[in-house]
């Protein structure tokens, strides 16, 4: 069974704080995802890495970074945390990228979640 | 920009009674993939579709994946509490390596 773990379930952070959220998946997969959910507006993609040291922008990065140092762990880092990044933060992975074929591997595999409160 | 929308956003049923939710993309998709969230738990993948009007059943629950590769609906027949959480969507966004979700429809089913 594919495992995502991420380092805290809750946490709570002082606006201007750096923030670190780490996740690891032990399936040796290639891709990694960071997402943020809020109700309503569903998963939104902040940061996504397809090989270790590579990372793509997804469709929310302002006020994100991340790191990809290890195939096995992807850091989402909040550089100085505002009250609007207030969220529940998912990390996902994947095996790799194939699209359109039904070998399953690019479904992705959700860790149980950070939910942040920033004050 | 491409766009994957839901609906509905919510919906309540009576414990035996039929759900359905619909997923619709701006662009064609070359395949959609559907999660399930329980409540206080994280998404979880329940299927892949890959062709034109392709029709999957697990159990109570069938998946279609439109003519055009546009749509796609889930079904759920007679309804239990377990199947009480939020649905989404996903399709792979054009050129890229990443999924857009809808924005989910969030089931509750009454005993």
């Known amino acids: 069974d594919v495992k995502v773990t991420q380092s805290s379930r809750y946490l709570v952070k002082r606006t201007g704080e750096k923030v670190f959220l780490e996740c690891v998946q032990d399936?040796?997969?290639?891709?990694m995802f960071w997402y943020r959910q809020d109700p309503g507006l569903g998963l939104r993609l902040i940061y996504f890495?397809?090989?270790?040291?590579?990372?793509e922008k997804g469709d929310i990065p302002e006020g994100y970074s991340v790191s990809r140092e290890k195939k096995e762990r992807f850091s989402l880092i909040l550089e100085s945390a505002s009250t609007n990044q207030t969220s529940m933060y998912l990390c996902?992975?994947?095996?790799?990228?194939?699209?359109?074929?039904?070998?399953?591997?690019?479904?992705?595999?959700f860790g149980p979640g950070t939910r942040l409160t920033v004050l | 920009g491409q766009q994957v929308m839901q609906i509905p956003q919510y919906q309540h049923v009576q414990e035996g009674e039929d759900f359905t939710t619909y997923c619709n993309s701006s662009?064609?998709?070359?395949?959609i993939q559907w999660y399930k969230q329980r409540p206080g738990g994280h998404p979880v993948f329940l299927i892949q579709?890959?062709?034109?009007?392709e029709v999957k059943k697990q159990k109570r629950l069938t998946f279609q994946f439109g003519e055009a590769k546009k749509n796609s609906s889930l079904h759920i027949t007679a309804t239990q509490t377990t199947d009480v959480g939020t649905y989404f969507c996903?399709?792979?966004?054009?050129?890229?390596?990443?999924?857009?979700f809808g924005t989910g429809t969030r089931l509750k089913v009454l005993a």
């Open positions: 399936m040796d997969h290639e891709n």
């Open positions: 996903a399709g792979p966004s054009s050129g890229t390596y990443k999924y857009i």
């Open positions: 579709l890959v062709k034109s009007g």
């Open positions: 996902a992975s994947s095996l790799y990228w194939t699209s359109g074929t039904s070998l399953g591997t690019d479904t992705q595999y």
């Open positions: 890495s397809y090989d270790v040291k590579m990372k």
């Open positions: 662009t064609t998709l070359s395949n």
